[in-house]
């Protein structure tokens, strides 16, 4: 393939938590006068988050999307902790959810995967192009900048900016547009095998699962090596 472009996922491709969702959220609940364990809250995320609807698309146009973004979080803040104890009560349970969506929207509550940042500088330097398309919400641009990825990238497409969500082709069709590379000449990189991989290749591009990569200088012709065996 004539590789032009890399597109990329953001959360658990480029960066991921510092710390585990479960000892945020008991901090956070802590601080508002409730004491419930990391593992125990981690554990009500993720049953709850296998059994939440999906998260919001874009009814009312893309400009509706950011607080339909922050509502569906909200929900999923309460439903997480009545999973873990459906006795509990807040005295403030808006404050408490406040607490958690400024939290996750600062850089500092991320970090990088190791090499990340060399790896882009490689990308570009060879003069391909980069991009995210990401299921994240509205924060993502911010978050980018602050841990000094933005800069580093073309174009990032989210839900808010073109009104609907991986698995749809419509967010890789949106960056390959972008970027004014045709999809047989790009590559996305992701962690996700439905949301990510699959939905990659339904829209004809090669996709590369990013725990067969090692970021850093040679990230290039590590992913050309890699989407030359992957199955489109």
Same mark, same amino acid.
């Given at each position: 393939?004539?590789?032009?472009?890399?597109?990329?996922?953001?959360?658990?491709?480029?960066? !991921?938590?510092?710390? @585990?969702?479960?000892?945020?959220?008991?901090?956070?609940?802590?601080?508002? /006068?409730?004491?419930?364990?990391?593992?125990?809250?981690?554990?009500?995320?993720?049953?709850?988050?296998?059994?939440?609807? @999906?998260?919001?698309?874009? @009814?009312?146009?893309? !400009?509706?999307?950011?607080?339909?973004?922050?509502?569906?979080?909200?929900?999923?803040?309460? /439903?997480?902790?009545?999973?873990?104890?459906?006795?509990?009560?807040?005295?403030?349970? !808006?404050?408490?959810?406040?607490?958690?969506? *400024?939290?996750?929207?600062?850089?500092?509550?991320?970090?990088?995967? #190791?090499?990340?940042?060399?790896?882009?500088?490689?990308?570009?330097? $060879?003069?391909?192009?980069?991009? +995210?398309?990401?299921?994240?919400?509205?924060?993502?641009?911010?978050?980018?900048?602050?841990?000094?990825?933005?800069?580093?990238? #073309?174009?990032?497409?989210?839900?808010?900016?073109?009104?609907?969500?991986?698995?749809? @082709?419509?967010?890789?069709?949106?960056?390959?547009?972008?970027? !004014?590379?045709?999809?047989?000449?790009?590559?996305?990189?992701?962690? *996700?095998?439905?949301?990510?991989?699959?939905?990659?290749? $339904?829209?004809?591009?090669? $996709?590369?699962?990013?725990? $067969?990569? *090692?970021?850093?200088? #040679?990230?290039?012709?590590? +992913?050309?090596?890699?989407?030359?065996?992957?199955?489109?």
């Amino acid at each position: 393939m004539a590789l032009r472009a890399v597109l990329f996922d953001a959360v658990g491709t480029l960066f !991921e938590l510092r710390e @585990p969702v479960g000892v945020c959220y008991s901090r956070a609940a802590a601080a508002r /006068g409730v004491t419930l364990s990391g593992a125990r809250l981690e554990d009500a995320f993720a049953r709850y988050l296998r059994a939440a609807d @999906p998260a919001p698309g874009a @009814p009312g146009g893309p !400009e509706a999307l950011p607080e339909n973004e922050r509502a569906w979080w909200r929900g999923v803040v309460r /439903g997480t902790f009545r999973s873990a104890d459906a006795t509990l009560r807040f005295p403030d349970f !808006e404050a408490l959810f406040a607490d958690l969506w *400024d939290h996750f929207g600062k850089p500092a509550a991320w970090r990088l995967r #190791e090499g990340v940042a060399a790896g882009l500088d490689s990308l570009a330097s $060879a003069d391909l192009g980069i991009a +995210i398309v990401s299921n994240f919400d509205h924060r993502l641009p911010a978050l980018l900048e602050g841990l000094g990825l933005l800069a580093k990238l #073309e174009c990032v497409v989210l839900p808010s900016s073109c009104g609907a969500r991986k698995p749809d @082709p419509l967010p890789f069709r949106a960056a390959l547009d972008a970027l !004014e590379v045709p999809a047989a000449d790009c590559v996305y990189v992701g962690n *996700d095998p439905a949301l990510d991989l699959d939905a990659a290749r $339904a829209t004809g591009i090669a $996709a590369v699962d990013v725990e $067969a990569l *090692d970021f850093g200088p #040679e990230l290039g012709a590590t +992913i050309q090596a890699a989407a030359t065996l992957a199955v489109r």
